[in-house]
């Protein structure tokens, strides 16, 4: 009967600390989504931009991860996150909820339960990596006259890091023009300039046809170089359609401001 006891102790003791950091990430994530949206952020907003019902559908595992996310891309942006009020003890108390919910969790348990959640987490911190890596690349390229040996070595590494991933050397955001909020099922078409698409049609067609993804983005591998004609489309937008370069050995980023029709 103690057994049980302290075991419905603990239980109800994790739920506060649960509920406790739920609300603490909500009142963090609307600050920063309102930053973001006016900013016109869209990588940083799709990083954050999580509803109340996505914590509260989440296991323990994976909503340590969540809030862990978005505390630290609040916690870079913090100085300007200061005018909509997030400040730095907001995001110290924050981490302290997010330790103890870890701490509460039961640590001999690993399964098939744990292995998805990784899974899951793992997704979750790629897209801060990218963002991340997206920033570095803009730093970088400010100091390339300034420190050419520098710059030199970091292509470098940028290449070896690039290869190891698979190559990618179109990367298209869609985001609404007006409020800079990511656009998911935008139908892409990209159709090569010379009527040929080589390797990059697995499907044989002449064109690579997919969607915008949930936070508005489209990877596409193994593109050969060229010029491209890219059309984007989605019912109550205006019709989108731009040429763009591919060239071997770096990565095109193709940003679409989709508008109101």
């Given at each position: 009967m103690l057994q049980e006891a302290d075991k419905s102790g603990n239980t109800a003791s994790k739920n506060l600390i649960r509920t406790t950091l739920i609300g603490q990430t909500i009142d963090v994530i609307r600050k920063t989504v309102a930053y973001a949206t006016n900013v016109n952020n869209s990588v940083l907003l799709e990083l954050v931009n999580y509803t109340e019902s996505d914590l509260k559908r989440?296991?323990?595992?994976?909503?340590?991860?969540?809030?862990?996310?978005v505390r630290d891309n609040a916690n870079t942006n913090v100085g300007a996150?200061?005018?909509?009020?997030?400040?730095?003890?907001?995001?110290?108390?924050?981490?302290?909820?997010?330790?103890n919910l870890s701490a509460a969790l039961p640590k001999n348990r690993v399964g098939t339960t744990d292995s998805e959640e990784a899974t899951n987490l793992l997704v979750t911190y790629f897209k801060t990596l990218v963002a991340n890596w997206a920033k570095i690349d803009t730093l970088i390229e400010m100091v390339k006259v300034t420190q050419p040996s520098f710059y030199n070595e970091y292509q470098n590494v940028r290449k070896i890091l690039d290869s190891s991933n698979g190559k990618l050397p179109l990367k298209i955001q869609a985001t609404n023009a007006k409020t800079g909020a990511p656009e998911a099922n935008v139908k892409?078409?990209?159709?090569?300039?010379?009527?040929?698409?080589?390797?990059?049609?697995?499907?044989?067609?002449?064109?690579?046809?997919?969607?915008?993804?949930?936070?508005?983005?489209?990877?596409?591998?193994?593109?050969?170089?060229?010029?491209?004609?890219?059309?984007?489309?989605?019912?109550g937008f205006k019709e989108y359609t731009t040429t763009i370069s591919v060239v071997n050995g770096e990565m095109t980023v193709l940003e679409i401001k989709m508008e109101k029709g």
């Open positions: 989440s296991s323990d595992t994976k909503l340590i991860g969540i809030c862990q996310v996150l200061a005018a909509y009020g997030v400040t730095a003890a907001m995001l110290t108390a924050l981490q302290t909820s997010i330790s892409l078409t990209i159709t090569p300039v010379n009527g040929e698409l080589k390797a990059a049609a697995a499907n044989g067609k002449s064109s690579i046809v997919k969607k915008t993804a949930k936070g508005g983005g489209s990877n596409y591998k193994n593109l050969p170089d060229g010029t491209y004609t890219v059309t984007a489309i989605k019912p």
